[in-house]
């Protein structure tokens, strides 16, 4: 019988409790941990440690007994027998190594489970998940490209623990910045409309747009003139009062919404809703409005917002002193980001009130969030329950410069150009069709920004290093993605070879696999804990357990192919050793997927 990798740690604790127990010694917290280092077992404890520091004996002696009562207590039962191959004690710390037989049954397990990995942790739940959100008229700069990487591998993680997910993508199309673009286009009357003619490519259009916008922020910052022009712009971009206004407006969203389109494409990533702040505000103006001070409607017993020198803002310090007070409509009677929160999470739970709707943001708006979300604690708690946002970093780039040599701010697509720009400019020279160049440059050049996102903690500040990033060894996602292409190559010259995967001579005769020099593999050792990491992964919402597992794997795998000669007719162990590499190449596929990374199997 296959003892999984999560049954398997289980049945360990149980086994550790119970020869506590039968020691009298009472503790229940058990930590069972994989230990860093392989040589020191495939489970590893310091139980022995923290109980005799408790009763005042010898750690070393008390392991030693605690070793001896769990060999008496492990040898009652079949299943553990066979899995189990030793127990130690190494420093104080009782480490337990698994059997041949543990690791060929989990091989096994995984050649016959299409499904391997997956886990039930969400089994049942509708989960929404809301990333990305650029706004129109603005280009998809970097703390975009970070909110896809993660919500899309989020998404993808929860979606294979078992949930129903819905991927959600709220942009801002009415605002101050909407209303900056649109100043600037005005003034270059004459440039908008050569801009506007459907000769030109929607990468030049939208090339404008985001330059308008910038140099409209600029005339805003810097002429008072200008401010007053864009406050009054913005006034009619919500009332929607000017026809020449209107035309630009509508044009300028279809267009940058567009190319944002295209950027989706390359990054693999399909929405099921589009949320628009045009749309959300005159929601959350209502609830406001209703849940004010002034509000007659009787059905509203909690007057949270209160008026304020003409605008209407929320004290969350009175009800939490680690908060502050946030304005929610300003003097003018606009709706501000907090508002627009609001509405958008009505209209969220009106379309598909799910059981979980996670919001991902750069960490710079974890403040106001936490505003929003004591606001809708107090008016909809049930709602507010359901509610999970998740804050990462920002990324700095390794030389320390944001600019490209044109002098322009780097932006998320630049980096993704950049990036598929150099590993085309890599493989230029190998055996690949030009479409099949494209295709992998495409491929690998995207997996290199994602794996550098994804690999380190989502909270934490990135340094990109461009060129590490793109590197085929080492800690990157084109290593990732060779490694795959290289089992992927030796699987088919297996296939040529009509050496099979096999473990038929391995099961023939366990018993005396103990006594012989059959030997475990790193690999082994590492594959079977794929399911864990997984689970792992989704009750954090943290995609780089996975992406750095997918590291130890990829060189465990690669000194197994540089040590072992995998394919070889007059070697009995080829069969197993074409499965193993099977067994990499499906783990690996389904580990590179679950972070958005592409698995092409030339490189």
């Known amino acids: 019988m296959v003892i999984k990798d999560k049954l398997m740690k289980e049945k360990l604790e149980n086994l550790i409790k119970e020869t506590l127990k039968n020691l009298q010694i009472e503790f229940s917290d058990i930590s069972l941990e994989h230990p860093a280092d392989l040589k020191m077992g495939d489970y590893s404890t310091n139980v022995a440690m923290v109980c005799a520091k408790k009763l005042g004996i010898n750690p070393k002696e008390l392991a030693e007994k605690i070793v001896e009562e769990v060999n008496k207590r492990a040898a009652l039962f079949e299943d553990l027998r066979a899995a189990l191959n030793n127990v130690e004690v190494k420093n104080g710390f009782i480490n337990f190594y698994l059997s041949q037989e543990f690791f060929i049954d989990n091989i096994k397990d995984v050649l016959e489970n299409k499904n391997f990995g997956k886990n039930n942790l969400f089994n049942g739940k509708k989960v929404m998940v809301e990333y990305t959100q650029p706004n129109p008229f603005k280009p998809f700069h970097i703390g975009h490209l970070m909110s896809n990487a993660i919500g899309e591998s989020i998404s993808r993680i929860v979606e294979f623990s078992g949930a129903k997910i819905v991927r959600a993508n709220y942009q801002g199309d009415v605002g101050p910045h909407v209303a900056k673009a649109i100043y600037q286009m005005l003034k270059n009357e004459n440039d908008t409309s050569s801009v506007m003619a459907e000769s030109v490519s929607l990468v030049e259009k939208a090339d404008y747009i985001g330059n308008s916008y910038a140099k409209g922020n600029d005339a805003y910052e810097n002429y008072e003139e200008a401010k007053k022009e864009i406050d009054e712009i913005n006034r009619k971009v919500y009332n929607k ?88 409509i300003n003097s003018k009677g606009l709706p501000t980001y907090e508002t627009k929160e609001l509405g958008l999470t009505q209209i969220k739970f009106e379309k598909e009130n799910p059981d979980l709707s996670i919001v991902i943001t750069a960490n710079e708006q974890e403040e106001y969030m936490k505003v929003v979300g004591k606001a809708l604690e107090i008016m909809n708690p049930e709602i507010a329950s359901k509610m999970k946002h998740i804050v990462h970093g920002m990324m700095r780039l390794s030389s320390g410069k944001m600019s490209s040599r044109k002098g322009n701010v780097i932006t998320g697509e630049s980096l993704i150009i950049e990036s598929c720009d150099k590993i085309l400019e890599k493989i230029k020279d190998r055996d690949f069709t030009d479409e099949e160049k494209e295709q992998i ?163």
């Open 441 to 603: 440059s495409n491929d690998v050049g995207v997996a290199a920004l994602k794996y550098s996102i994804l690999k380190q903690n989502i909270g934490g500040n990135i340094i990109y290093d461009a060129e590490k990033s793109i590197s085929f060894e080492g800690d990157s996602g084109p290593y990732l993605q060779y490694s795959y292409a290289r089992a992927c190559s030796i699987l088919e010259k297996a296939k040529i070879e009509n050496i099979l995967p096999s473990l038929v001579f391995l099961r023939s005769d366990i018993k005396s696999l103990k006594s012989s020099d059959f030997h475990i593999f790193e690999i082994e050792k590492l594959l079977y804990r794929f399911s864990e990491i997984v689970e792992r992964s989704a009750k954090e919402f943290a995609p780089h357990y996975i992406a750095n597992y997918l590291v130890d794997i990829a060189r465990a795998f690669n000194a197994f192919y540089g040590n072992n000669k995998i394919i070889d007719k007059d070697d009995s162990m080829s069969p197993y050793k074409v499965a193993i590499t099977l067994v990499f190449s499906s783990i690996m596929k389904n580990g590179l997927y679950l972070l958005g990374i592409k698995a092409p199997e030339r490189m």
């Open 241 to 328: 009062s000017d026809k020449n206004i209107n035309e630009i407006y509508d044009w300028g969203r279809r267009i940058t919404l567009e190319a944002f389109e295209e950027i989706y494409k390359v990054l693999g990533t399909n929405f099921n809703y589009y949320f628009f702040e045009s749309i959300v505000a005159p929601i959350g103006l209502k609830i406001v409005h209703e849940n004010c001070e002034s509000a007659e409607s009787p059905e509203h017993s909690r007057r949270i917002f209160e008026k304020s020198d003409g605008a209407i803002v929320f004290h969350a310090e009175k009800y939490d002193s680690k908060l502050h007070t946030r304005v929610f």
